[in-house]
C-alpha cells in the first residue's frame, strides 16, 4: 500500500509537470489621467495603448462621475466589460452605470461584417464615453486607442478631478550669470 501511495503521488507530480505554465499578470501600474485631458479640454487626444497580453482598465471611481454608455468605433478588434450593467436608455434609468471599463484587444478581429472602411482596419479606433455626475452633469470622454502595443507601460487608467493631478511648480525664470574675468582679459 506504501507503494502504490507513493506511485501515486509520482504520477501526480508528473502529469503536474507537463502541464503548461502558468504566466502570471504583470504588476498593477497605474496612470493618472485628469477629466479635463480625458474629456479634452486641453486640446490633445487622449491616447490609451492596448495589447492581445495585457487588459487595460480605466476607472472613473475618483471622478464619482458613472458610466452610462459606451461606443467602441471598431468593436472587431477590442472586448470590452464593466464592472456594472450599462444603462438601456440613459435618460430614463438613474440607477444603472458602472464605473470601471475593462478593455482587451483581441488577437485576431472578430468578422463582424459590419463593411467598416480601410481606415478601420489599421491599427486605431476610438472609445467614446458618456458619464454621468452626482448632479446630473454629463460628461463626454473621447479615447484613441492604439492598438497592437507589445508592452502597455500601465494597466490601469485613473481618471481623476483636476485638483488630484500633481502639477511641477511652474518655472521661474534664472538671470544669466554675468561673465567672470579671465586673468588674460586684462
Given at each position: 500500500?506504501?507503494?502504490?501511495?507513493?506511485?501515486?503521488?509520482?504520477?501526480?507530480?508528473?502529469?503536474?509537470?507537463?502541464?503548461?505554465?502558468?504566466?502570471?499578470?504583470?504588476?498593477?501600474?497605474?496612470?493618472?489621467?485628469?477629466?479635463?485631458?480625458?474629456?479634452?479640454?486641453?486640446?490633445?487626444?487622449?491616447?490609451?495603448?492596448?495589447?492581445?497580453?495585457?487588459?487595460?482598465?480605466?476607472?472613473?471611481?475618483?471622478?464619482?462621475?458613472?458610466?452610462?454608455?459606451?461606443?467602441?468605433?471598431?468593436?472587431?478588434?477590442?472586448?470590452?466589460?464593466?464592472?456594472?450593467?450599462?444603462?438601456?436608455?440613459?435618460?430614463?434609468?438613474?440607477?444603472?452605470?458602472?464605473?470601471?471599463?475593462?478593455?482587451?484587444?483581441?488577437?485576431?478581429?472578430?468578422?463582424?461584417?459590419?463593411?467598416?472602411?480601410?481606415?478601420?482596419?489599421?491599427?486605431?479606433?476610438?472609445?467614446?464615453?458618456?458619464?454621468?455626475?452626482?448632479?446630473?452633469?454629463?460628461?463626454l470622454y473621447q479615447f484613441q486607442l492604439v492598438l497592437g502595443e507589445s508592452a502597455p507601460a500601465y494597466s490601469v487608467l485613473e481618471i481623476v478631478p483636476d485638483s488630484q493631478i500633481r502639477r511641477l511648480a511652474p518655472l521661474t525664470p534664472v538671470k544669466p550669470a554675468e561673465k567672470t574675468?579671465?586673468?588674460?582679459?586684462?
Amino acid at each position: 500500500m506504501k507503494y502504490l501511495k507513493h506511485s501515486i503521488l509520482g504520477l501526480a507530480f508528473l502529469w503536474a509537470g507537463s502541464l503548461p505554465t502558468a504566466t502570471f499578470a504583470s504588476p498593477l501600474i497605474r496612470k493618472q489621467l485628469s477629466i479635463s485631458e480625458a474629456s479634452g479640454q486641453t486640446g490633445v487626444n487622449s491616447v490609451v495603448s492596448l495589447s492581445p497580453m495585457q487588459s487595460l482598465s480605466i476607472s472613473f471611481i475618483k471622478t464619482g462621475e458613472v458610466v452610462k454608455k459606451v461606443w467602441l468605433g471598431n468593436p472587431a478588434k477590442v472586448v470590452i466589460d464593466y464592472d456594472s450593467p450599462l444603462c438601456k436608455d440613459v435618460a430614463k434609468e438613474s440607477s444603472c452605470g458602472a464605473n470601471v471599463i475593462y478593455l482587451r484587444e483581441l488577437d485576431r478581429p472578430l468578422d463582424l461584417d459590419m463593411n467598416l472602411p480601410d481606415s478601420a482596419k489599421g491599427s486605431l479606433t476610438s472609445l467614446t464615453v458618456i458619464t454621468t455626475g452626482s448632479s446630473g452633469a454629463k460628461n463626454l470622454y473621447q479615447f484613441q486607442l492604439v492598438l497592437g502595443e507589445s508592452a502597455p507601460a500601465y494597466s490601469v487608467l485613473e481618471i481623476v478631478p483636476d485638483s488630484q493631478i500633481r502639477r511641477l511648480a511652474p518655472l521661474t525664470p534664472v538671470k544669466p550669470a554675468e561673465k567672470t574675468r579671465l586673468s588674460s582679459d586684462s
